[in-house]
């Protein structure tokens, strides 16, 4: 059985995602923060699941670590106020839930993870432009090229020749 280690300090969402990852026929084993979640790495995992609940520098600490500790799969399941998407990718996550979370999309992308990343041949690649020690990543600037389509919001044409 695959094993998802669960990384949250807010017991009663840890237990409910762990509870939708048992529901997908995972093993989970749940971390308060993430301290333990790096000492479950040693277990080799085949997923984690992490929560960004705390400050938007510790969260891309712990992510960065995390990464750097196995070539897992990461879910981070985050709001934008805490953690953006670009950066939660930028420092080593596979994929990011919004919130309000999703169950049947949160255990659909683990499966998914295991159809496509098999822990053997995860993909431990370095990053061929990894944040320098102590540097947060920076989002891009907006290239003026356009705006997102969504409603209310209009599709511009490109800037320039």
């Not at 995972?26 to 790495?41: F, I, N």
């Not at 431990?124 to 209310?152: H, M, W, Y």
């Amino acid at each position: 059985m695959k094993t998802v280690v669960v990384v949250d300090p807010d017991d009663d969402e840890r237990m409910a995602i762990s509870e939708i990852v048992r529901g997908a026929g995972y093993r989970v084993w749940e971390a308060h923060d993430g301290s333990e979640g790096l000492g479950l790495l040693q277990d080799d995992p085949e997923a984690l699941v992490v929560v960004a609940e705390e400050s938007r520098t510790s969260a891309l600490a712990l992510l960065s670590a995390l990464r750097q500790a196995t070539g897992a799969p990461i879910v981070v399941v985050g709001d934008q106020r805490k953690m953006s998407e670009p950066d939660a990718l930028s420092v080593g996550a596979d994929y990011y839930c919004h919130r309000p979370l999703s169950p049947p999309l949160l255990a659909a992308r683990i499966r998914s993870f295991f159809r496509r990343w098999p822990p053997a041949e995860a993909d431990l690649t370095p990053d061929p432009f990894p944040a320098r020690e102590g540097e947060t990543p920076t989002p891009l600037p907006a290239s003026g090229r356009g705006r997102e389509r969504g409603p209310g919001r209009e599709v511009t044409k490109p800037v320039g020749p």
